[in-house]
Each structure stands twice: as structure tokens, then as C-alpha cells.
């Protein structure tokens, strides 16, 4: 095991995100030395250490004079690509992490013109057999039930206690090497709370199940002011790393869900983000690379804004969504989609800069789940290939989903002017530059109708006010 220089710089990654990821390696290799394995460890300060993880991978087999070596599929392209230019005799093995291999993925997907997660989902769910009665219907007689999942949070609800995981030696000498090593890369090491090892991962995914699984489902797209978490599971981390297994979460959840626990809704959306959204995202990602990470289908070339990193903007609800992504490397899914992605998509940021963004500051950010779901679902820049539709929004859409607007500078209410919520204006100014592109799909003809409907002045206003703002982001202006 090698703690590299080349993973941990490639993009400045969140400090959180490298001191989780070195502190359960090391908790694993002491936990596989303690079960009678021999490891080579390798820490990031050995002088020895050659910084990449081809480098480390020829000079143990060198040093180890090996015969064979044996590799699981990497999570990132770039990493395998590298790997497999090594000159060794490797066996690769499929990663045991997911529930769809990758040649699985591709056969479901070959002949179709475009793809769905929705008819993905049910094959997995007929291939696991989850939430499935005995004639293989879907329980409660819908396979999807996401229109209950769209509750805002009323005001004396709050999300339950989060579970905590202080540092133990380990930990803390990691965090100390992080402090130092990568002080230059954006975002807090102070909070850093996080299970590195599988007991406290599963202490945490029984805290979820106990405490938010019940009202995950209704809060599934709520965000409230100074709620990172809500009913979020927070689980994403350690199941990309491997501290759980995919199965026994879904499992556990239907288990739940049969013990009259949890209502269906909240035990199928959960479901359906496991072997739904995170295995199809996947799917894709192993189809299409390398070439789906240049994809720019709306021709975007502005710059990401300062504030990404620093969360200095008025804008309350990205002030919120990056606040809390620098403090604990974590957002949630609607904060990521509707708030950070939506701004970035209206605004015209170029994709790639976007991505890496994304793939910087969250502490579950790996290429296979982040490019997917940054470049196709929230960018639309493969045009159309993951989602049907750009899942752009006005301030409106935000305001119907959390406290944020009556706690902000702009007013959501007005979209002309120099207090207007900025979203409403560049929502339209988005429509209306992509007319040519987006007119024709067939979810966005009643907003279409609508834009068509206004008078030629009011347009004019929302045109200009657009304008406006996007010529204070290219002068390198917050918002
Ligand atoms: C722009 C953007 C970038 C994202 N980047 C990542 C990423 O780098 N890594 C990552 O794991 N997730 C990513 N997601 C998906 C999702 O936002 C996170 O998985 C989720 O917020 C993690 O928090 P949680 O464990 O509390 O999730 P919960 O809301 O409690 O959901 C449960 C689990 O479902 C899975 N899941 C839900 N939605 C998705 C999805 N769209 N794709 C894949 N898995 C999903 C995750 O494993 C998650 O832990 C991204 C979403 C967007 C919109
Ligand atoms: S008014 Fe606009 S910018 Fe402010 S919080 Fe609401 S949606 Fe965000």
C-alpha cells in the first residue's frame, strides 16, 4: 500500500479528503497485519517513495522479484491507463464494490439510442431482487416513488445529531502530515469527524438508519441554513473507499423497510440512489472514457468564479452550499445539482474546470461518480446522454426548497435590477441563448411557451439583466 504524492496533487484535493483516505489505509494495513498478512506500507514522507502508484508498483515488483501481479480495475481511467502501460504481468479482477460489472453495463446498454437510469434501476432491482414481491412487481405497486421525495422542511424540524469519530493516534499523526504537506489546498482540516475504518462506518450507517432513513425520503431535496446534513446518510465516503459494501447497505434498508421501520418511499429512493443513480453513473463513465471527459456540448469558455473556492459571495445559497463544502468537504446531493451546479450551468462555466471543482472539494469524489454526474447530469454538456433534461432552475425553484432566500442580500422575487436574485435572470438568459439546442426537447416546451408568452421589453430586461451579470464574472467580480 503507498500513500502517493501524484493521487493526493493531481487536483488540489480537500485536506478532509487525503487524511481520510490515508488514515484508513493505515488502519487497514494494521487491521491486515493484525489478521496475520505481510504489507509493505509505503508513507507519503519515506524517502524511498517515488510518488506515483506506477512507480510504487514497479519498484515492489522489482524488489519482490514477482511473478504475477494482481490488480482490481481502478476507479479512475486516468490511473488504469497509466497502470496498464506498465510493462508487468498483470491479472486484473473486476471491483467487487458494485453491483453491475462494467462488461454487465455495457451489454444493457448496446443497441439502446439513449439510455435511462430509470430502466436501468429495474433491472437491477430484478437482478438483486430488492423491494420486489414474489411475482417480481415492485412493492407498493410503483417501482418509483420519488414524487413524495420533494417535501421542503418545515420550519421546527430539524436534522437529527450527526455521529462523530474523533481521531485516535492514527489519525491524528495523518491529519499532521496533511496540515503540513498540503496547507496551499482549499478548505478545513479542523472538522474532519469522519469514520476511517469499517466499525465506525458501520456505527455511522446505523446511526442514518436509526435517526434520518425514516424522514430521508420526504427531506431528500430540503436544504435549510446551517443544516449541512439533514437526513443525509453522509455515507458516500466510505462506501467509495470501501469501509462498506453496497449490498449489505441495501439490505439492511429493505430489512428496515420490511420491519415497518421506514416508509417505502425512503427505503426506495435510497435503494434507487445505490443501484440506480451510483452504479449507472458508473456504467457510463467506464463507456464513454476517455473522450466523454472533453465533452462541452454548449461550448462553454468562462472561467469557474473565485468564489467556488472561497465562498465569499451574497448569494446565501452558494455561500451555504461552498461554506459548508470547505468546512466538512461534504454538500448534498440538491445543494450539488440545484444550487452550485445550477449557477455554474446558467452562468456557462466551462465543464472541465467545473469537474474539477467537483472532483477537488468533496471528501467522496472519485472520477468513475464525480464526471458523470458533474459533467452529464448538472453541465448537460454530453447533450443529453445521462439526463433528458439541463436541470436548470430559477431562484424560485431554490426558495420552494429551503430557508435560504429570506436570509439573503438579493430578492427572489424580483429578476431585473441590481438586487434581483441573480438565478432568475441568468435562467432565462440560459434559455434564451440555447434556444436553438434546447427549444425542441420536449420537457422544456411549457418553459419555452412561457418565455414565448412575455412581452418583448420584459425579454429585453431579463436579456440585459443576464448580460449584466455574466459580464461581472468575466471581470472577476463576486456576486
Ligand atoms: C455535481 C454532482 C457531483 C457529485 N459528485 C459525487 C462524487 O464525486 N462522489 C459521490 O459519491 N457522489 C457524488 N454525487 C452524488 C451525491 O451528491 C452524493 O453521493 C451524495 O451527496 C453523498 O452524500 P450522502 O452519502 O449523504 O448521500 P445520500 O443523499 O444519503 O444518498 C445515499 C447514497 O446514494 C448514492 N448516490 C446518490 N446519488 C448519487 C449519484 N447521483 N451518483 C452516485 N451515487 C449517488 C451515494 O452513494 C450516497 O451515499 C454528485 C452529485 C452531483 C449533482
Ligand atoms: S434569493 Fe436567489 S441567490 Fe439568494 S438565496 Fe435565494 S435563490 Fe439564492
Not at 117 to 144: C, H, I, Q, S
Not at 247 to 276: K, M, S
Not at 335 to 357: E, H, K, S, Y
Request: proline share 4%; hydrophobic share 40%.
Amino acid at each position: 500500500m503507498a500513500e502517493v504524492a501524484a493521487e493526493a496533487e493531481y487536483v488540489p484535493h480537500h485536506p478532509q479528503k487525503i487524511a481520510l483516505i490515508f488514515s484508513a489505509m493505515r488502519h487497514f494495513a494494521e487491521a491486515l497485519r493484525e489478521r496475520g498478512w505481510r504489507v509493505h506500507y509505503v508513507k507519503l514522507d519515506d524517502p524511498a517513495n517515488s510518488g506515483s502508484l506506477p512507480g510504487e508498483l514497479q519498484r515492489w515488483a522489482a524488489q519482490l522479484q514477482a511473478d504475477e501481479v494482481h490488480l482490481t480495475e481502478c476507479g479512475e481511467w486516468r490511473l488504469e491507463d497509466q497502470l496498464r502501460r506498465c510493462d508487468l504481468p498483470i491479472t486484473w479482477h473486476a471491483d467487487s464494490r458494485f453491483v453491475c460489472a462494467r462488461d454487465e453495463f455495457a451489454r444493457w446498454a448496446e443497441g439502446r439510442k439513449q439510455l435511462r437510469m430509470e430502466f436501468f434501476y429495474r433491472e437491477m432491482r430484478r437482478k438483486t431482487g430488492l423491494l420486489l414481491n414474489g411475482d417480481a412487481t415492485p412493492v407498493g405497486g410503483a417501482w418509483n416513488f420519488d414524487a413524495e421525495n420533494r417535501k421542503a422542511l418545515p420550519k421546527q424540524i430539524k436534522g437529527p445529531m450527526t455521529a462523530r469519530f474523533p481521531a485516535d493516534g492514527i489519525t491524528r499523526e495523518v491529519l499532521a502530515l496533511v496540515a503540513v504537506r498540503f496547507s496551499h489546498h482549499y478548505g478545513s482540516l479542523e472538522s474532519f469527524d469522519y469514520p476511517v475504518t469499517h466499525a465506525e462506518a458501520e456505527a455511522l450507517w446505523q446511526h442514518f438508519i436509526d435517526f434520518a432513513l425514516p424522514a430521508f425520503g420526504d427531506y431528500q431535496d430540503a436544504m435549510a441554513v446551517g443544516e449541512p446534513f439533514l437526513f443525509h446518510a453522509r455515507i458516500s465516503a466510505a462506501l467509495n473507499i470501501g469501509l462498506l459494501d453496497v449490498r449489505r447497505l441495501c439490505a439492511d434498508v429493505e430489512a428496515a423497510y420490511w420491519q415497518g421501520r421506514v416508509p417505502l418511499n425512503a427505503a426506495e429512493g435510497f435503494i434507487r440512489q445505490l443501484i440506480g443513480w451510483r452504479e449507472y453513473v458508473r456504467g457510463i463513465y467506464w463507456l464513454h472514457m476517455p473522450e466523454y471527459a472533453e465533452r462541452n456540448s454548449f461550448g462553454n469558455t468562462r472561467p469557474l468564479p473565485e468564489f467556488y473556492w472561497t465562498g465569499k459571495t451574497r448569494m446565501k445559497c452558494m455561500s451555504q452550499a461552498i461554506g459548508q463544502t470547505l468546512e466538512h468537504a461534504y454538500a448534498h446531493h440538491i445543494q450539488r445539482l440545484m444550487v452550485t451546479g445550477n449557477f455554474a450551468l446558467l452562468a456557462g462555466i466551462q465543464p472541465t474546470q467545473v469537474c474539477d471543482w467537483y472532483l477537488a472539494v468533496y471528501m467522496d469524489a472519485f472520477d468513475w461518480v464525480e464526471l458523470p454526474n458533474t459533467l452529464g447530469m448538472v453541465m448537460h454538456a454530453d447533450g443529453g446522454y445521462l439526463g433528458s433534461k439541463p436541470y436548470c432552475a430559477s431562484g424560485q425553484y431554490i426558495k420552494r426548497m429551503s430557508n435560504y432566500c429570506g436570509d439573503c442580500a438579493y430578492k427572489v422575487t424580483e429578476s431585473v435590477g441590481e438586487r434581483a436574485c441573480p438565478f432568475n435572470a441568468l435562467y432565462w438568459h440560459f434559455l434564451m441563448r440555447h434556444r436553438e439546442q434546447l427549444s425542441g426537447n420536449h420537457r422544456l416546451g411549457m418553459v419555452y411557451r412561457g418565455l414565448d408568452k412575455m412581452s418583448e421589453a420584459k425579454q429585453q430586461g431579463l436579456w440585459q439583466r443576464g448580460e449584466q451579470l455574466l459580464a461581472k464574472l468575466d471581470a472577476g467580480e463576486a456576486l
